[in-house]
């Protein structure tokens, strides 16, 4: 499960160049890089020449150049056709379109204090745009009789899926409302805007201002030697040098917990993770989430949907909350059993130390890693060497290679907004371009947490010309030290092949229209591509090809990688009941009926004690620090998505089981039937192709160890 964050923008669907009447006056092009087209290889972002006082004048040219082009579009007085209306809105917006794209990815990797403010600036005045466009009642008009005649106007299937999709979106937008419920509609979008915003600030305050220091041996107690080395580099940063530091990201959290038998340093670093956003200072999120939760009602309920949830689903593939309460439900039953069994074992090794106390939620991560290490006998800081960075990257090279045939160039002439950043031209069998990935993979202090994707610009072809797509990859992964290289964790080797399925699905992508194009799908689709990633990173085939020790070069052990494949399922109740135990959290957060928000302790108490999560066990997010689905709306009543597609990666890698691994026949069908195929026809129309069948749920069971 990993943040992924898209652009705002993919709702508002823009395509690419051919602004030209909307060019602004030469001067101020030559000063700001992003009021012309990229005039860079491939066209990249000049980031040499991009400065953040660029953002906020292109933004508002943008949007001013956005306008103009609509208007035309709505006082046509052409009889409104596809071409005229859907297909030239669809092309509207470029300039905005390109420098969000680019705001977006740096304000997540580059988040200074003065890109957060360009931030809260902005969205305001981006979220007042779009409901400008959804709202203009003269456009809608055009694109409803379009949308009335669609029958009989011989629409090819992408054209029709791409009117269908504009259709939906005004309408989702509040295009058929009476003029005052319109008003309070505008005004609830420009609240969320903001207090979204603001909770992901507070969170990003929260999570870099906590320092676990650690001051002599005595606390060091337990830890490997490489988590003492990366904790001495991080006092370093902080200007404490001789001392160690933990902090809250989990690279630096996790091994704590792991290893460290001071059972008080690491309540300590638990509870402070646990409690972001929650401290009553003016970090707190508490009421920004309970007003947010209150706000969604209220747009639900405008827009003619009891619940959120209900408003959320009907634009997904699971299409009800009910649907998606029967998924979680089949799975939390058997998930609470295993994780019960986890927690029995935990309790006996506890009694075997003669120790006195309860098992706590600080004490699971302890107790699982040593059950990993008694009952299978791994250790999983033994397993880093054979796990180095570069050796990783080229692993998930070589699987794309067998598959498709496709091929990764470095390309360090090309410009970089950091100097750690990789940049990579990808390139068709054939040799002829097809895209170019940033790979970004080290944390910083102003860079957001966790894991994610972004695109800078977006499949789609103009002209019949290929309009070739700039994607990113980022982590925050273990950093190389002095004296060793980037060392991954299982966890972040299974975060970079998933990371690098989302980059693949917008690579990869052949559509018309960017509106269709990539990852803009439902959210309950879009982690097919990425997690199916995953189920490579591990076979036993595929480690032999880039897991080898970074001193010696021997290849990983096949006793060792037997050993861990079978200890993969050992922590599997815990995994998939605190993920669960989330997803169930959000739901509930997002089936409220009534526009007032409730107190968020006792919500989140009653949810707890309705679903019945063991106290030994946490939320993965509880709501103070749930960024999914309080930092924006993408995931908001939408966290399940991630069991969903795992329903589906599961039953689409089997096909790869029972076909070879590598089977040329089911990979190109994988990549004609999913990855090129974005959004321009329903999920599961695209998948059934792929499978010949709907997805079964078994094979997620089986390899959850959950049948
Ligand atoms: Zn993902």
Known sequence: MKLRTLSLLAALSLALPLAAEAAPAQAEADANPLLTEF????????????????????????????KQEIEAIAANPAPPTFANTVEALERSGALLTRVRLVFNAMSAVDATDEMQRIANESAPLVASHVDDLRLDEQLFARVKAVWEQRDALGLKPEQAKLLERHYKDFVRGGANLAPDQKEELRRVNQELSVLELEFGDNLLAETKGFALVLEGPEDLAGLPQAVVDAAAEA???????????????????????ENSTRRDLRQRLFEAYVNRGNHDDEY???????????????????????????????????????????????????????????????????????????????DWFFYANRVLGEKYAVDPEALRPYFQL?????GVFGVCTRLWGITFVERPELPKYHPEVKVYEVREADGSHLGIIYMDYFPRATKRGGAWMNELRQQSRVNGQRVAPVVTNNGNFTRPTSTTPSLLTLEETLTLFHEFGHALHALLANSTYERLSGTNVAVDFVELPSQIMENWALHPDVLATYARHFKTGEPIPAELVERVTSAAKAGQGFASVEYLAASLLDLDWHALSEARGPSVPPFEARSREAMGLIPEIEFRYRSTYFNHIFGSSMYAAGYYSYIWAEVLDKDAFAAFEEKGLFDHDTAESFRRNILERGGSEDPMTLYVRFRGREPEVEPLLKKRGLL
């Open 390 to 394: 570069d050796h990783v990257i080229q």
């Open 284 to 362: 707190d999120n508490k009421a920004i989430l309970s007003r947010i939760a209150a706000l969604r009602v209220k747009k639900a309920n405008l827009l003619g949907f009891p619940t959120y949830a209900h408003y959320a689903l009907d634009d997904s593939m699971a299409r009800t909350p009910d649907r998606v309460r029967d998924l979680l439900g089949r799975l939390w039953t058997p998930a609470l059993a295993v994780a019960g069994r986890e927690a029995d074992e935990m309790r006996a090794l506890i009694a075997a130390d003669g120790q006195p106390f309860k098992l706590e939620p600080w």
């Open 39 to 66: 005039e860079t290889p491939f066209g990249v972002p000049p980031f040499d020449l991009i400065r953040a006082e660029h953002y906020l004048p292109a933004m508002r040219d943008g949007i001013a150049a956005h």
């Open 235 to 257: 006092a370093k940063a902080r200007g404490l040098e001789g001392k160690w530091v933990v902090g809250l990201d989990k690279p630096s959290m996790i091994p704590f917990l």
